[in-house]
């Protein structure tokens, strides 16, 4: 019995055992002490997600390190069993190691961030947590019209940074170019109309194009592209039934719905004051009848 203790606890297998378990137990503890004091002082949601985020990742870098140098007199030995190993695990571990990979793609190469509005893997929604294997969405559309939530909480592998298209909505350029279509009647003011769309558009949006133009001049100076024009423009197309005006305007990317309906009520509102200069067109079909059709027998 002396023997066999004297063997558990002399021994330096079990002995690195336990200092690694030990220091694991002090880095948890230390984890959820920091989270605590730390966290519970912020009231900022994403300035609270990084955080979080941060503590853990340097928790798992000590904790690697750690065991790293209680066990390094070992590492050599292992060397070889690993490179016999390596293969096998790399085919059978191949999407997960391509899901590691799109993590330190997305993290190093800022494909996208927490809060981002993306479409991934033909999944459109806010980023709401990137993990090591899985970016997690709060899922947007489908069902539901607009850009709005759906409710669905989508998890999506990261590889797919590497097999689809990462659409990013509010990256580098936080706002989208969007029309509405206005169709008026023929024998209506046509420049009447032009006027007071655009004075709506500018009195409704004319901040947004403000804080755009700013936007767009450091995308000019990072990338090769052209200097757009991003103030709020009218267009109109004479069709066969009316006249199409179409408005084309810059918005916050999570408020294209609501700036959608704040315009058309703005514009109905006008319509309703113009004493019936302005009249909006609709599709309209017209039976026309026929004249009577008589038929008489052929005399002999």
Known sequence: MQDFLHGVF???TWGRIAVVLTGILILFIINRL????????????????????????????????????????KLSGITVALGVAGAGIAFALQEVITSVAGWLAVSIGRFYRSGDRVQLGGIKGDVIDIGILRTTIMEC?????GDLYNGRVVR????????????????????????????????????????????ITLELLGDYANHAKAAWRELVKRYRIENASVDPMVTVVANDNWMEFTIRYVVDY????????????RIIDEIDKSD?????????????????????????
């Open 156 to 199: 999506v592998a990261n590889s797919f940074v590497f097999k689809e298209p990462v659409f990013n909505y509010s990256g580098e350029f936080p706002f989208l170019w969007d029309e509405i279509v206005v169709p008026v009647r023929y024998g209506c003011d046509h420049k009447m109309v032009k006027e007071v769309l655009r004075s």
């Open 254 to 265: 999570k408020r294209r719905r609501s700036t959608k309906d704040i315009l058309f009520s």
């Open 10 to 12: 002399y021994n330096p």
């Open 276 to 300: 019936g200069k302005i009249m909006l067109a609709s599709a309209t079909l017209e039976i026309v009848p026929t004249s009577e059709l008589k038929i008489e027998p052929r005399r002999k």
């Open 141 to 145: 559309g489908e069902w539901v019209k």
């Open 34 to 73: 920091i989270k605590r004091s730390l966290l519970g002082r912020v009231k900022d949601n994403e300035t609270k997600y990084k955080l979080k985020k941060t503590v853990s990742f340097l928790i798992y870098l000590i904790a690697i390190v750690f065991i790293s140098v209680v066990y390094s007199d």
